[in-house]
């Protein structure tokens, strides 16, 4: 290839990293094209092994070339782009493919046909990814982006395309679960009010007196001493739940590694405050931070709540359960 046409090809792709989507990143801002092509051929990479029939160097060529002509028309949301998008779209890829030298462009050409086609299993899967990627970027930004429409479509935007596969099925499946559960934790702040409860790791924010009385509330540890409460939170991670004005109406505290495994301990909500969800709002906050790990707990009253978390009571791990009772020194 000559350098005078790699250098243009070169500076028509820089225009996908001016591009921006209607997707909004976890940092606050909006997304580039770019950026989105990027993560979709990481997706396709991490998933090459579940699918061994597939030519996963042409799935690799097809995410990294599908959006080329949005360098051109920019990029136009599912719900609002139109036949006539569609064709201009297709017009600015045939333009730019045409720059190129006759192997490249033929190599170019057959890509976007066998994608706009979508009879092949690697075009199949890159259109499934492609719609997953964007649930997944929805996920992660903050809900405040999402437009009214969206809460729906980011339950139903992709399901066909994810259906060409039982892996790409399943998992949509799990992706549509955390939009629920996003979906629900929003929900349940609207339904708190303009109290604004919210919740805190910092430690600095911790209400010892509050902590002591808290606990005083509970069933376990009503005659814990002071001593005992303090250097329990000295060595745990601890999460207190607050109003607009600072005051702690709940309180939880965890002990881990961050690695394998984390103990869950004192979950509380102030007995003038429950039944307003904001037990729900401080284990979800809890499970943002330690919930891919293995997860202990003992209650004796509230194991229907836990496992909404996925917490379950295993018979046949009694056996292997040893305790060792504190000592009074």
Known sequence: MDKDTLLHFMSVAEKLKCTVRHSWTSGGRRESVAEHVFRLCVFAWLVQDEFPELDMDKVMEMCLFHDLGEAVTGDIPCFEKKEEDRTAEEGAIRRMT?????????????????????????????????????????????????????????????????????????????????????????????????????????????????????????YWARTRSEEMIRKAMEGSVCYGVYDREGYMVGYARIITDFATTFYLMDVIIDEDYRGKGLGTLLMDAVMDDVGSLHGVLHTDDAGGFYERYGFRHDERRQEVLMEKERQNV
């Open 98 to 218: 045409e720059m190129l030298p006759a192997d490249r462009r033929k190599r170019l050409d057959g890509l976007f046909e066998e994608l706009e086609a979508g009879r092949t299993g690697e075009a199949k899967l890159v259109h499934a990814l492609d719609k997953m990627e964007a649930l997944i970027q929805h996920n992660e930004a903050p809900i405040s982006t999402w437009l009214p429409l969206e809460y729906d479509l980011q339950l139903t935007y992709g399901q066909k395309e994810a259906e060409a596969f039982p892996y790409t099925e399943q998992l949509r499946k799990t992706v549509e679960q955390d939009s629920i559960h996003k979906i629900a934790r929003e929900g349940m702040k609207k339904h708190v009010g303009t109290e604004a409860f919210h919740v805190s790791s910092d430690k600095e924010k911790l209400d010892f007196r509050r902590v002591v009385q808290l606990m005083r509330q509970s």
